[in-house]
C-alpha cells in the first residue's frame, strides 16, 4: 500500500530545498540491473494488425524496439537530475496479449557503475510504449499507456528489490 511505504530524505534536494545532481562520486562501483514493464491496451483489431504484421507505418515492435533501446541510453539528456551512464545491457521484449487485448512491454537495463539503472528501464519502457502507439494510432486512438512499473533492480547499497506480484494485462 502507498501509504504504508517508509519515507525517506528525498537525495535530489540540498538543504534549502533546491534541486541537486546527488554526488555518487563515493559510492562503490557495482553491476546494477533493472526491469521495468507497462501495458499497451488496444482493441482486438489493432492487436491483430501488430500480429499479422499489416500496420500502416511497418513493424511496430522493431520500431518500438529500437526506441526503447535509445532512450535508455538518453535517459539522461530526458530526465534532469540523471547521470549520465555507460549502460552495458538495454533489452526490451514484447508479449502480445488476447485478454486484455493488448502489448506487455519489458525492457531490462544493466550497468557497472556507482548508480542505478532503474529510471534508464523505466524510460526505455515508457518510449517503447509511446512509438507502439505512435506506429497504431491511425488504426486506433483510444489505445492506452498503462502500469508502467519498476519490477526488479538489483546492485548497489539498497540491496535487491522486486515489486510484488499484481501487474494488469
Known amino acids: 500500500m502507498r501509504g504504508e511505504r517508509e519515507m525517506t530524505k528525498l537525495s535530489h534536494l540540498n538543504d534549502k530545498g533546491e534541486a541537486r545532481m546527488v554526488d555518487v562520486s563515493d ?4 553491476q546494477r ?7 499497451v491496451a488496444m ?32 535517459t539522461h539528456e530526458l530526465i534532469p537530475l540523471c547521470h ?4 552495458t545491457k538495454a533489452a526490451v521484449e514484447f508479449e502480445l496479449s488476447r485478454d486484455p487485448p493488448g502489448i506487455r512491454v519489458t525492457a531490462e537495463v544493466a550497468v557497472s557503475g556507482a548508480t542505478g539503472v532503474e529510471m534508464e528501464a523505466l524510460t526505455a519502457v515508457s518510449v517503447a510504449c509511446l512509438t507502439i502507439y505512435d506506429m497504431l494510432k491511425a488504426a486506433d486512438k483510444a489505445m492506452t499507456i498503462g502500469e508502467i512499473r519498476l519490477l526488479e533492480k538489483t546492485g548497489g547499497r539498497s540491496g535487491t528489490y522486486r515489486a510484488a506480484s499484481g501487474g494488469k494485462g
Open 43 to 74: 482493441a482486438p483489431a489493432t492487436l491483430g494488425l501488430v500480429e499479422k504484421g499489416e500496420a500502416k507505418k511497418g513493424d511496430v515492435l522493431a520500431a518500438a524496439r529500437i526506441a526503447g533501446i535509445m532512450a535508455a541510453k538518453k
Open 33 to 39: 540491473t533493472a526491469r521495468a514493464e507497462g501495458f
Open 84 to 87: 549520465p551512464l555507460a549502460i
Open 27 to 30: 559510492k562503490a562501483v557495482t
